[in-house]
C-alpha cells in the first residue's frame, strides 16, 4: 500500500495578481509563506518517507517547509507547472480554461502545452512512483494543473471532466492506493 501526499504550492505573487504563471519562477507571496507553515503545523504529524518536488521556486520553497529535514526532496521536471506558452504572465482573463482543458479539442494556441502531453508526462511520473515507492509514504508537490491531472489519474477519473475540479493554493489531499 502506497499513500500519497498532493500538495499545491502556497500563493505567489502572481496568483495574488491573478496572472499566469505556468513556467516563471516566481517564489512565493507573504501570505504564501504564512499559508505553508499553517500546513506545516497540520503536515507535522504525517510520516512522510520521500518528497518530489517541481523544481520551480515556489514548490521547492512550499516543499522545504513542510518537510524541511525530515526526508529528501526530489526535483523531477515531469511535474513542472504547465507551459502556458505565450500567456505566461499575462491575465488569467486571457486563459480560456474550456479550450485548453478540453482533452479532445487538445489545443496548443498560443503555445500552451497540449492537456494529453500534461497527461502523458504526469502518467509517467505516477506510474514511475508507484514501481519504486509501494509501502511508502510519498509527498508531491506541484501545481494546479499537475495536481489536477494527478488527481485524476490516481483516482481513475473521467479526463473530459478535470476542469470543473478546482485546486486552491496550499491544496493537500491525501490518496492511499
Same mark, same amino acid.
Given at each position: 500500500?502506497?499513500?500519497?501526499?498532493?500538495?499545491?504550492?502556497?500563493?505567489?505573487?502572481?496568483?495574488?495578481?491573478?496572472?499566469?504563471?505556468?513556467?516563471?519562477?516566481?517564489?512565493?507571496?507573504?501570505?504564501?509563506?504564512?499559508?505553508?507553515?499553517?500546513?506545516?503545523?497540520?503536515? $507535522?504529524?504525517? *510520516?512522510?518517507?520521500?518528497?518530489?518536488?517541481?523544481?520551480?521556486?515556489?514548490?521547492?520553497?512550499?516543499?522545504?517547509?513542510?518537510?524541511?529535514?525530515?526526508?529528501?526532496?526530489?526535483? *523531477?521536471?515531469?511535474?513542472?507547472?504547465? $507551459?502556458?506558452?505565450?500567456?505566461?504572465?499575462?491575465?488569467?482573463?486571457?486563459?480560456?480554461?474550456?479550450?485548453?482543458?478540453?482533452?479532445?479539442?487538445?489545443?496548443?494556441?498560443?503555445?500552451?502545452?497540449?492537456?494529453? *502531453?500534461?497527461?502523458?508526462?504526469?502518467?509517467?511520473?505516477?506510474?514511475?512512483?508507484?514501481?519504486?515507492?509501494? *509501502?511508502?509514504?510519498?509527498?508531491?508537490?506541484?501545481?494546479?494543473?499537475?495536481?489536477?491531472?494527478?488527481?485524476?489519474?490516481? $483516482?481513475?477519473?473521467?479526463?473530459?471532466?478535470?476542469?470543473?475540479?478546482?485546486?486552491?493554493?496550499?491544496?493537500?489531499?491525501?490518496?492511499?492506493?
Amino acid at each position: 500500500m502506497i499513500t500519497i501526499y498532493l500538495v499545491r504550492h502556497a500563493e505567489t505573487v502572481f496568483n495574488q495578481k491573478n496572472k499566469l504563471q505556468g513556467l516563471i519562477n516566481i517564489e512565493l507571496s507573504e501570505k504564501g509563506l504564512r499559508q505553508a507553515n499553517l500546513l506545516r503545523q497540520k503536515f $507535522n504529524s504525517y *510520516d512522510v518517507d520521500l518528497c518530489y518536488s517541481s523544481p520551480l521556486l515556489r514548490t521547492m520553497q512550499t516543499a522545504f517547509t513542510l518537510v524541511g529535514d525530515r526526508c529528501l526532496i526530489l526535483k *523531477d521536471e515531469r511535474i513542472i507547472e504547465r $507551459n502556458l506558452g505565450q500567456l505566461e504572465g499575462k491575465s488569467r482573463r486571457s486563459y480560456d480554461v474550456e479550450k485548453y482543458w478540453d482533452y479532445d479539442l487538445n489545443s496548443n494556441d498560443f503555445g500552451v502545452e497540449k492537456v494529453q *502531453d500534461l497527461y502523458q508526462r504526469c502518467e509517467e511520473f505516477i506510474s514511475d512512483i508507484l514501481d519504486k515507492h509501494s *509501502d511508502q509514504k510519498i509527498l508531491i508537490v506541484s501545481h494546479s494543473a499537475v495536481i489536477r491531472c494527478l488527481f485524476y489519474i490516481l $483516482n481513475d477519473v473521467d479526463r473530459r471532466n478535470v476542469k470543473k475540479f478546482k485546486i486552491p493554493n496550499c491544496y493537500f489531499q491525501q490518496i492511499v492506493l
